[in-house]
């Protein structure tokens, strides 16, 4: 994995002991970078594992406090998703000129550097778990070696350092992971929709949609982007991004759709699945009806755009990764 030279001849801080913070910490002591590790709680949520850090050479963690000091001299720090960015050791860190990276962005630079997994990225306000869930399960009935990571639980810092090799992952990325992710590159990314969300996080909307739309950042020619076109904000967002798109809705012909009529999903012209019969009398089998039967679910929650109410500090923060 290439890093660059300061990380490896000073210190890397993590911020936050979540499942994201020890499994970066982890990710970096293996790679023989020197690690401070923290977490403002006395109980970090990771627990024993977080513990079983100071085991590792050249790791040094505190519970229940920050030494700012000692991040505001970091070559750089990697931040979990559950910190909140007015944190103190963030405010530090931006204060002193150091740069942050999430956790997220750490680990796919690791399996970027492997070279042998592929990333499906899926965002926006509402449907981000189901969606993220359905595509692992489909490629995964598709016999392909893939799994769900990300936000939805598994962060790829942990992929990363078990050494499991997947050759597609179905990673559920936040906004705030978005953020400090200058060098995620997904092969395809999908963006459900977009609603006012986490306003207790950010000053306005458009602060919350433009991390959102830090998902095409790295947008190429061979990138893939999969789009609501029933969501106006959602297709403005991403004008202009290179890349080759298909579009889903639920009102209108396209290369994913709903024909209410028929009440039937079609491929573009082809019919994908139709309810209640059509599957068995196709001969499909039992998992395969499952399958399809989630996907039309899905996309019904895909094509909501109905605003959420503004989501509590605690949840938001997701404290718990």
């Known amino acids: 994995m290439k890093l660059p030279d300061a ?10 002991l979540g499942k994201s913070g020890v499994a970066a ?71 002193a000129g150091i740069d942050i990276v999430s956790e997220l962005d750490l680990g796919f630079q690791a399996l970027a550097a492997a070279g042998e997994t592929h990333c499906i990225a899926i965002t926006g306000t509402n449907g981000k778990t189901t969606t993220t869930a359905l595509v692992a399960h489909l490629l995964a009935m598709a016999g392909l070696k893939a799994t769900a990571a990300g936000n939805i639980g598994r962060p790829l810092a942990d992929v990363a350092v078990s050494g499991d090799r997947y050759r597609w992952l179905s990673v559920e990325v936040s906004s705030f992971q978005l953020h400090d992710s200058p060098h995620f590159a997904p092969d395809v990314g999908i963006l459900t929709n977009l609603a006012p969300d986490h306003l207790d996080r950010y000053p306005s909307v458009e602060a919350y949609y433009a991390d959102k739309r830090l998902l095409f950042r790295n947008a190429g020619a061979s990138s893939m982007w999969v789009l609501n076109a029933d969501d106006p904000a959602v297709l403005e967002l991403a004008r202009g991004v290179l890349g080759r798109r298909a579009f889903f809705s639920l009102k209108k012909p396209g290369d994913a759709w709903f024909d209410s009529g028929a009440r039937t999903l079609r491929l573009s012209t082809k019919q994908a699945y139709h ?47």
């Open 25 to 95: 910490t982890r990710l970096l002591a293996r790679e023989g970078v020197r690690v401070y590790a923290s977490d403002g709680s006395d109980h970090p949520y990771a627990g024993a594992a977080a513990d079983a850090l100071r085991g590792l050479p050249g790791v040094e963690v505190d519970v229940g406090r920050h030494d700012l000091a000692k991040i505001r001299a970091a070559a750089a720090v990697v931040v979990s998703p559950g910190v909140p960015p007015d944190a103190a050791p963030l405010a530090a860190a931006r204060e």
């Open 7 to 16: 990380w490896r001849n000073g210190v890397v801080a993590v911020v936050g």
């Open 275 to 321: 309810r209640p019969s059509s599957a068995r009398a196709c001969g499909l089998s039992r998992r395969c009806r499952i399958a399809s039967s989630r996907c039309a679910r899905s996309a019904g929650s895909c094509g909501s755009t109905t605003p959420k109410r503004r989501t509590s500090r605690r949840r938001s923060w997701r404290s718990r990764r």
